[in-house]
């Protein structure tokens, strides 16, 4: 279960009575949040930067080149899973830079950090203005259940949460919950990308990342207002060529070549960045919470930091541990990130949350009770049950 940065969580036999104090709680306001960290936190260090980049793309780049030589026989198959795995755990560390030069993070010239955040990006077939606009929102509206963007849940009553308790019965929770993980992993990214699944209801269904006209898009809120509907285009554009790139070294070598070098590992970095996604925003303790109870400080505290370890937290720079933080000031970089935590789970410690179950374990609970939230009417919050 979920615990605080200091004080242990209860077991699920006394979840009730923890949801219960939630609302009892002084939340800190956005301001007390902010002003515990100091500005000097936000500070780019180009060096440390330039090195983390050089650091993931050259390693990325040397795993990839590797597996150009790697024979096309099923007896080989087993070295192409652990190609797979090595080279997309490596990869995903230029994602998450990415995901930093859209948040302002990376360096402190703009044109300098949007132009590595989109070349990164589109190698990784992701649309990379579409998805800073969309995260922009997902950050400015988190754990808010209509205007949230990104692992919105389902409420009880919805035709999904009927389906999956109907899945459930016929498959019975341990399968279902296999079902849910695979699901996840495999095709929850291009179907965020694509149609919006998990997207908030404000910005309607479907909503791309790729296309803003109707059909999608048309929402009570527009997710890509003014300028950014032109740069859904830009976005498009990149991965398009990243799209052609690989159709030409289809041809030069092989279709099977390319899907292996390159569909194996991409597959890797989609299931690293649903697994971080998704843990750091689904708990049964974590609330959600509706319009009338919803506000920024409330939301962005119900994230999550779970343990990782020393060198998936080198790799892919901390993402998954320090993740209150980031939601907190997403300007800070990821190397100032652990100072950031440090000083935020001391000063409020009875919001942070920080859940030190293993991985493993973290992500089977999840998939196997999150599927939909109920609200507790003793504070507000909606929570999965």
């Not at 652990?82 to 044109?111: D, I, Q």
């Not at 109707?214 to 554009?237: A, H, Y």
Request: glycine share 6%; net charge positive; charged share 10%.
């Amino acid at each position: 279960m979920i615990q605080s940065a200091i004080h242990p969580r209860p077991q699920q036999a006394t979840t009730d009575r923890f949801i219960n104090e939630l609302g009892l709680r002084q939340w800190p306001s956005k301001q007390q949040l902010l002003a515990a960290m100091p500005e000097s936190l936000t500070e780019k260090d180009v060096g440390k930067a330039w090195m983390s980049l050089a650091f993931s793309l050259l390693t990325s780049l040397a795993a990839y080149a590797v597996g150009c030589f790697i024979p096309l026989q099923w007896s080989y198959a087993p070295l192409w899973v652990v190609y797979a795995v090595f080279t997309g755990t490596l990869a995903m560390g230029c994602w998450v830079l990415a995901h930093e030069c859209g948040h302002n993070a990376f360096h402190p010239n703009r044109v300098v950090e949007n132009c590595v955040g989109f070349v990164l990006h589109s190698l990784l077939l992701v649309p990379y203005f579409s998805w800073q606009r969309s995260h922009a929102v997902h950050h400015a509206n988190c754990n808010h259940l209509e205007a949230g963007e990104t692992h919105v849940p389902s409420l009880r009553n919805s035709p999904w949460a009927i389906f999956s308790v109907k899945l459930k019965r016929f498959l019975g929770p341990s399968a279902y919950a296999m079902v849910s993980i695979a699901v996840h992993m495999l095709i929850g990214w291009p179907l965020y990308l694509l149609v919006g699944v998990t997207g908030g209801p404000d910005h309607g269904f479907p909503t791309s990342h790729f296309i803003d006209a109707p059909p999608f898009n048309n929402g009570e809120r527009k997710l890509f207002p003014g300028k950014w509907s032109d740069l859904v285009r830009v976005s498009s554009v990149g991965v398009a060529v990243m799209l052609l790139i690989l159709a030409v070294l289809m041809i030069k070598t092989s279709v099977i070549r390319v899907l292996c070098v390159y569909g194996l590992p991409y597959l890797i970095i989609n299931a690293w960045l649903v697994c971080y996604t998704w843990l750091q925003h689904t708990d049964r303790a974590v609330p959600h919470f509706s319009a009338d109870e919803w506000d920024w400080a409330k939301g962005a505290l119900q994230t999550v930091d779970r343990p990782y370890g020393p060198i998936l937290n080198f790799l892919h720079h901390g993402i998954g541990s320090t993740h209150v933080a980031h939601h907190l000031n997403p300007r800070i970089p990821h190397y100032n990130a652990w100072s950031a935590s440090e000083i935020i789970r001391a000063q409020f410690p009875e919001h942070i949350h920080h859940d030190p179950t293993p991985i493993h374990r973290a992500i089977w609970r999840v998939a196997l009770h999150c599927s939909f939230v109920a609200k507790n009417r003793a504070n507000g919050g909606y929570y999965y049950s």
